[in-house]
């Protein structure tokens, strides 16, 4: 017991250490000693304290995930905001065998999810296996996301399990988000973005 206590000390000492390396090489924050230092981090990531981050995971610019969630097997964009107690893609079991546990082999399995940029995941989600989310897409806290479910740009969903609720903007400004390219700019160009500069901006194409 002491000594499978001294061990996870020391691996979480290690994992400090190379995370410290790791954020000043590749712009990033990221304190969880529970991410993955081989999963794909874009630059100005974030990920919190306890967060647990699996190898094939890939998270884009300027995108974080808060503490104590969970996610594997997931392609993440762009200026994503992930809240706390987030689950994404856990591993499933295969209840039409004999048995549920993964004893009988392949009981375990899951497909990719797809999240687009700036997507808003609040507290206590659960996203299942096989979910695409549209860019700028909100899931309300506390919602299940059953399989294979898609969630279209800009719209928010919520409940157990989770439905359309609305569109998070109007058409105007739908169609202005999606003939910008405010996804592909840095923190420095996009903090002082506004509508009216997303206006004349399109007006001067």
């Not at 230092?37 to 974030?46: E, F, G, I, Q, T």
């Not at 997931?74 to 992930?82: F, Q, V």
Request: charged share 20%; with cysteine.
């Amino acid at each position: 017991m002491i000594i499978g206590y001294l061990k996870n000390i020391l691996h979480t000492i290690k994992q400090r250490v190379l995370w410290s390396i790791k954020n000043k090489t590749n712009h990033t924050k990221v304190i969880s000693t529970k991410a993955s230092l081989h999963a794909k981090y874009d630059n100005m990531v974030s990920i919190g304290e306890n967060t647990v981050i699996r190898d094939n995971v890939s998270i884009g610019y300027g995108s974080y995930v808060n503490f104590n969630s969970w996610i594997e097997n997931t392609k993440i964009g762009k200026y994503c905001s992930i809240s706390d107690h987030v689950n994404i893609c856990p591993a499933e079991h295969d209840i039409n065998k004999p048995l549920s546990s993964p004893v009988l082999g392949d009981g375990i399995s899951t497909k990719q999810v797809k999240i687009g940029n700036d997507v808003l995941i609040s507290h206590n989600v659960t996203i299942l296996s096989g979910t695409t989310i549209g860019n700028g897409a909100v899931v309300a806290a506390g919602a299940v996301v059953t399989k294979n479910t898609h969630i279209g740009e800009y719209e928010i969903w919520g409940g157990v399990p989770a439905r359309f609720i609305k569109k998070r903007f109007n058409d105007d400004k739908i169609n202005l988000l999606k003939h910008s390219d405010i996804y592909n700019k840095n923190w420095n160009q996009v903090k002082n973005y506004t509508w009216s500069k997303l206006e004349k901006e399109q007006n001067e194409k």
